[in-house]
């Protein structure tokens, strides 16, 4: 079953965004921009490029949907660390808690009030998983009403804490403990051998020194499960198999289902040569894994009126 400690759908107390006074991390994914919403907000906050625009915040909901094999949790902080954490986790030990309709059985909708957005944060999705068939970590977020980014694009990075947690017991790394991980992962100081040592994205080292790539997978364009299944009904990998069923692409209370641009995650370590969204005793002994996503990398929403 799915242990889910807390509403589909949550509220300013469950994850926020915290400025950052001074915002120095910078990705390959494109930014704002200036796209003539006259309800932008100016953050005055510099961009790390010297010369470039400051951010904008744009006073909408932003709009997550969101799931992982096996098990995620979700915030929000600077890039320093985390200003606030639900430490509930959704745990899924089923396929159809991964994949199925509506929104909220297999994959959900959280949303960040529009008051809880200001520049320089981040969201920050924390996953693990157990050694059976495969993991990753699948996700769109978008402005309401605006278009999305999904988890593939260039934006999104991820560290690697060499700290595995079971996906038994319904509960995963707690604040102070991803805090400490995040500060790791920001100036390395972790073992070599089963972490990132610092920030990777899908080119590989962000963070100067740091270790293997976030890893590309499966999109989720198919509308019909292509994965092969043996004689008792499992689920086959291998060298040109899918790894995933098709995420649940209808949309629920005015929420968007799980687009076809978007791509399973996970993380891969230098020189691993195997599928990266399988699981080995190797990979999950590299977990516990940070996901994050810049606010500025957000597509504006559509100006009003």
Same mark, same amino acid.
């Given at each position: 079953?799915?242990? +889910?400690?807390?509403?589909?759908?949550?509220?300013?107390?469950?994850?926020?965004?915290?400025?950052?006074?001074?915002?120095?991390?910078?990705?390959?994914?494109?930014?704002?921009?200036?796209?003539?919403?006259?309800?932008?907000?100016?953050?005055?906050?510099?961009?790390?490029?010297?010369?470039?625009?400051?951010?904008?915040?744009?006073?909408?909901?932003?709009?997550?949907?969101?799931?992982?094999?096996?098990?995620?949790?979700?915030?929000?902080?600077?890039?320093?660390? +985390?200003?606030?954490?639900?430490?509930?986790?959704?745990?899924?030990?089923?396929?159809?808690?991964?994949?199925?309709?509506?929104?909220?059985?297999?994959?959900?909708?959280?949303?960040?009030?529009?008051?809880?957005?200001?520049?320089?944060?981040?969201?920050?999705?924390?996953?693990?998983?157990?050694?059976?068939?495969?993991?990753?970590?699948?996700?769109?977020?978008?402005?309401?009403?605006?278009?999305?980014?999904?988890?593939?694009?260039?934006?999104?990075?991820?560290?690697?804490?060499?700290?595995?947690?079971?996906?038994?017991?319904?509960?995963? !790394?707690?604040?102070?403990?991803?805090?400490?991980?995040?500060?790791?992962?920001?100036?390395?100081?972790?073992?070599?051998?089963?972490?990132?040592?610092?920030?990777?994205?899908?080119?590989?080292?962000?963070?100067?020194?740091?270790?293997?790539?976030?890893?590309?997978?499966?999109?989720?364009?198919?509308?019909?499960?292509?994965?092969?299944?043996?004689?008792?009904?499992?689920?086959?990998?291998?060298?040109?198999?899918?790894?995933?069923?098709?995420?649940?692409?209808?949309?629920?209370?005015?929420?968007?289902?799980?687009?076809?641009?978007?791509?399973?995650?996970?993380?891969?370590?230098?020189?691993?040569?195997?599928?990266?969204?399988?699981?080995?005793?190797? +990979?999950?002994?590299?977990?516990? +894994?940070?996901?994050?996503?810049?606010?500025?990398?957000?597509?504006?929403?559509?100006? !009003?009126?």
């Amino acid at each position: 079953m799915r242990l +889910l400690g807390w509403t589909a759908t949550f509220v300013a107390s469950a994850v926020f965004f915290v400025a950052s006074a001074t915002f120095l991390a910078s990705l390959a994914a494109c930014g704002d921009g200036d796209t003539g919403a006259a309800f932008a907000m100016d953050s005055g906050t510099p961009d790390a490029d010297a010369g470039a625009a400051p951010e904008k915040v744009y006073p909408v909901d932003i709009d997550v949907v969101i799931t992982a094999d096996n098990a995620y949790s979700i915030g929000w902080g600077d890039d320093n660390g +985390l200003q606030s954490f639900n430490p509930d986790s959704s745990i899924a030990t089923a396929g159809n808690q991964i994949y199925s309709c509506p929104i909220g059985v297999g994959p959900e909708a959280h949303v960040v009030p529009a008051k809880d957005a200001i520049a320089g944060g981040w969201i920050y999705v924390v996953s693990w998983c157990d050694l059976g068939g495969v993991q990753g970590l699948i996700a769109q977020v978008n402005y309401r009403d605006g278009e999305p980014i999904y988890t593939g694009a260039d934006a999104w990075e991820v560290c690697a804490t060499g700290v595995p947690y079971p996906t038994t017991g319904g509960a995963g !790394p707690d604040k102070r403990t991803i805090e400490r991980e995040i500060a790791k992962c920001n100036s390395p100081t972790s073992d070599v051998e089963w972490t990132s040592h610092g920030w990777v994205g899908v080119n590989g080292a962000i963070t100067p020194g740091a270790r293997g790539k976030l890893a590309l997978g499966q999109d989720n364009e198919s509308d019909v499960d292509l994965r092969v299944t043996d004689d008792v009904g499992r689920v086959m990998t291998g060298p040109g198999l899918m790894n995933f069923a098709p995420v649940c692409k209808q949309p629920a209370n005015g929420r968007k289902g799980m687009g076809n641009k978007a791509r399973w995650i996970w993380y891969a370590p230098s020189g691993y040569s195997a599928d990266p969204f399988v699981a080995s005793e190797e +990979l999950v002994r590299h977990t516990f +894994l940070i996901f994050r996503l810049p606010r500025r990398a957000i597509p504006p929403p559509p100006s !009003p009126g």
